[in-house]
């Protein structure tokens, strides 16, 4: 162990010191030849071991016995990281190539990726589970997760047709024109990202360009399966749901699209985002006497605002939201909101301005 | 580990002309080259700064300065073993090992029956004698050294043979002490002596003084000059050899199929080519040297006797310790059970010590026939002082420790 110990910290430090260089060709030798069930080279590894004890020698000769065996340890714990390491980094490029992100379970925590709001999912620790009792379920559980990204690969490699995974009850921003392509986003309306990206598809005049439709996907919370990660997610959705089997003529912009336009870039009169509002400010009460009053100001009369409000609660309304989970989950298959689909692609995350002009 | 005080005693008890060494540094591998003293250093740099030039073959002034001083070095160094200048010459080359082969590589064949040599030698003895034995077809003995290191054999062992032995182990400073009578039997026999004096040039120079033997192979890098070899050798040996090795600087005339030697300069047919004159200048400073410093008011002979005694008194008292020696030698080698030769050198080159570990080229004697682990090996010279040895038992002593 020690030889392949030896060889990955000079290969390392050999990258930046040529001095070092020939003494990592010994040790490279000495590793193949460990790896090819050899012996090592027994004059490398005990020179390189002499020289580390060499100082502990001197001053301490009695502690020489007791280090060399922490040298070995340390050796193979070197090489067992170094391994987990790199099988880690591999794992991390597939997951980045097939979801998007190096972490399919929580992917915002990926550095490497798109800004987005992750479909977390809660996964017991190791060490958690070593204390349940339960550690194999950890190495379960990464098999699991492992399996699944390797039979999503040939999603990944297929072209995307927005069409294919319209929802039930589909609206576009505009009327819809036969003439344009559709385009499908997937967005948690409190998820701060998918705000982001409505300014840019504002900007980039997308939704001119594209007949514009979307799924609203209130993300679960990863850790209470009755709880949402933006808390008037669902019913925000349940509204904008109930909107679309309640239309209202005579509108440029569909009712829906005008209350998520609301929430991304309109704020109250203190300056305050409505999406930071609702997300932070406001309970489901509030939330839904916000939607009220927009509905108000959009045209719908209190009739029909008492109709869109029993929708809204209605199984119809939920079973609806379910279907499109559905789609979301089964179909599209993706961990990162907000997610669009359009020209032959799906996009995972935040979508440049200039992305968007394709 | 010592103190400023014992520091500066250190420096004091050095001999001035190795002033240059660090105090912190303790150089114990002689065998392999000794240090240079300060006039061997100045008499080479003065031939590179006041007269570089090539000898033998310029009518220049530097050149024929070069010519004497070559020419001196010479005679200096057949002085030096005590022998007949009319008898033998002196000729230069790159160490020991080349000039034993230069020898048994051009020995003719038929004048010998067989090739002698000892167990206890230097691979550049062992390897070129099986060579030797296979060119020319003749039976080799590997001979047993008895503890004092005489050689011991019969008359039949003898017998027209070429004898090639070490005159002091590069293991144990075991000393070929029936020299003397080996030479006179072997030449009584019909055979030649060729001795290895590598490690008896510098230090062991009375048991080699007027041994006539039939050649004499040193390295000067050995006995406190710059890296060069030497070979002494009978006129009537260098005579009797078949030349393989020829080029410029031995020939009086040459033919379109053939050429003469120098006639009377023998010593130029082992020396084909331009050489190292520096280097052969720097030998005879070293000689002049040799015989002019009285370490502690002691012949340079008497001062290592006194302090190998004191390193193998030092070393016969550190426990788990094996010595090879039956007795003191400025060749000291040691091994311990418990911890490798290897790692004790690294452990005491982080004390400044450095000491040699491994076989030594000395592999038939050392792995085959004793079956010994790496060994240690201590070689002092004259730049060694009390303190150094002092400090290298200290120091592997608790090394042992580990």
Same mark, same amino acid.
């Given at each position: 162990m020690f030889c392949i110990a030896a060889f990955i910290v000079l290969a390392i430090i050999s990258i930046f010191s040529a001095s070092h260089r020939k003494l990592a060709k010994k040790a490279w030798n000495c590793t193949l030849r460990r790896v090819t069930f050899r012996p090592c080279d027994t004059s490398f590894k005990e020179e390189a071991k002499s020289k580390l004890l060499s100082r502990v020698a001197n001053k301490t000769p009695k502690l020489v016995k007791t280090a060399d065996i922490g040298i070995e340890i340390a050796s193979f714990a070197l090489v067992i990281f170094t391994i987990w390491s790199l099988l880690v980094v591999m794992e991390s490029g597939l997951n980045l190539f097939v979801w998007g992100t190096c972490n399919p379970n929580n992917a915002s925590s990926c550095s490497l990726t798109a800004e987005t709001c992750s479909i977390d999912k809660a996964q017991k620790g190791f060490w958690?589970?070593? $204390?349940?009792?339960?550690?194999?379920?950890?190495?379960?559980?990464?098999?699991?997760?492992?399996?699944n990204t390797i039979a999503n690969i040939p999603a990944r490699l297929q072209s995307w047709n927005a069409s294919d995974y319209l929802p039930q009850n589909v609206t576009y921003y505009y009327a819809k024109d036969s003439a344009k392509p559709v385009a499908l986003e997937i967005i948690d309306p409190g998820c701060r990202v998918c705000m982001q990206l409505f300014?840019?598809?504002?900007?980039?005049?997308?939704?001119?360009?594209y007949n514009l439709a979307y799924i609203s996907y209130p993300i679960k919370s990863a850790y209470d399966d009755n709880k949402y990660k933006f808390p008037n997610s669902y019913t925000v959705t349940k509204y904008l749901e109930a909107l679309k089997i309640n239309p209202l003529s005579n509108q440029k912009v569909s009712p829906d699209w005008q209350i998520l336009e609301k929430i991304f870039t309109g704020e109250d009169n203190k300056g305050v985002s409505y999406q930071v509002k609702i997300n932070t400010q406001l309970n489901q009460t509030q939330t839904e006497d916000l939607i009220r009053s927009w509905l108000s100001d959009i045209g719908y009369?209190?009739?029909?605002?008492?109709?869109?409000?029993?929708?809204?609660? $209605?199984?119809?309304?939920?079973?609806?939201?379910?279907?499109n989970k559905q789609i979301v989950d089964n179909k599209v298959k993706t961990v990162k909101i907000p997610t669009i689909i359009f020209n032959g692609q799906r996009h995972d995350g935040l979508v440049k301005v200039n992305d968007l002009h394709l | 580990m010592f103190s400023k005080k014992q520091d500066i005693q250190n420096t004091t008890d050095r001999l001035p002309d190795f002033s240059y060494i660090n105090n912190s540094d303790i150089y114990m591998d002689t065998s392999c080259q000794s240090m240079r003293p300060q006039p061997v250093i100045d008499a080479i740099t003065d031939y590179y700064q006041t007269y570089n030039a090539c000898g033998s073959r310029v009518k220049y002034k530097w050149g024929q300065k070069v010519d004497s001083a070559v020419e001196a070095t010479r005679e200096l160094v057949i002085s030096y073993l005590g022998l007949p200048q009319k008898e033998y010459v002196c000729s230069f080359t790159l160490n020991t090992t080349f000039g034993i082969n230069l020898i048994l590589n051009q020995l003719p064949a038929g004048d010998y029956e067989q090739v002698i040599t000892s167990e206890i030698e230097h691979n550049s003895v062992f390897l070129p004698t099986i060579e030797l034995a296979k060119r020319l077809g003749i039976n080799r003995k590997v001979l047993e050294r008895a503890d004092d290191g005489s050689l011991i054999y019969t008359k039949a062992d003898i017998n027209k043979s070429v004898v090639v032995v070490n005159a002091t182990s590069n293991i144990d400073g075991r000393l070929l002490l029936n020299i003397k009578q080996l030479i006179q039997d072997t030449h009584a026999a019909g055979g030649i002596v060729i001795i290895d004096a590598a490690q008896a040039a510098a230090h062991y120079q009375d048991l080699l003084f007027g041994c006539k033997a039939d050649a004499f192979c040193f390295s000067a890098h050995k006995m406190y000059a710059a890296s060069l070899g030497v070979i002494v050798i009978k006129k009537d040996l260098i005579r009797s050899l078949d030349k393989h090795f020829v080029g410029g600087g031995m020939v009086s005339a040459v033919r379109e199929q053939g050429y003469d030697l120098l006639p009377d300069d023998l010593s130029s047919w082992l020396e084909p080519g331009l050489q190292a004159y520096g280097e052969i200048i720097s030998l005879k400073r070293a000689i002049e040297w040799l015989s002019e410093i009285k370490p502690q008011g002691l012949k340079p002979a008497e001062y290592i006797h006194k302090i190998s005694k004191q390193l193998y008194d030092g070393l016969s008292e550190i426990p788990g310790l094996t010595i090879l020696?039956?007795?003191?030698?400025?060749?000291i080698s040691v091994y311990s059970n418990s911890i490798d030769a290897h790692r004790l050198a690294i452990f005491l080159s982080a004390a400044g010590i450095m000491v040699r570990s491994g076989y030594f080229c000395c592999h038939y004697y050392l792995i085959e026939k004793l079956q010994l682990p790496p060994l240690l090996r201590i070689s002092i010279g004259l730049h060694t002082t009390e303190d150094d040895i002092n400090k290298t038992i200290k120091t592997l002593k608790k090394v042992l420790k580990a």
């Open positions: 958690e589970l070593a $204390s349940e009792g339960k550690p194999f379920d950890w190495f379960v559980n990464q098999a699991e997760t492992l399996g300014g840019n598809i504002k900007s980039a005049k997308f939704e001119d360009t009369n209190s009739d029909q605002i008492r109709q869109i409000d029993t929708d809204a609660n $209605s199984q119809k309304i939920a079973d609806i939201i379910k279907q | 020696n039956k007795q003191p030698s400025s060749v």
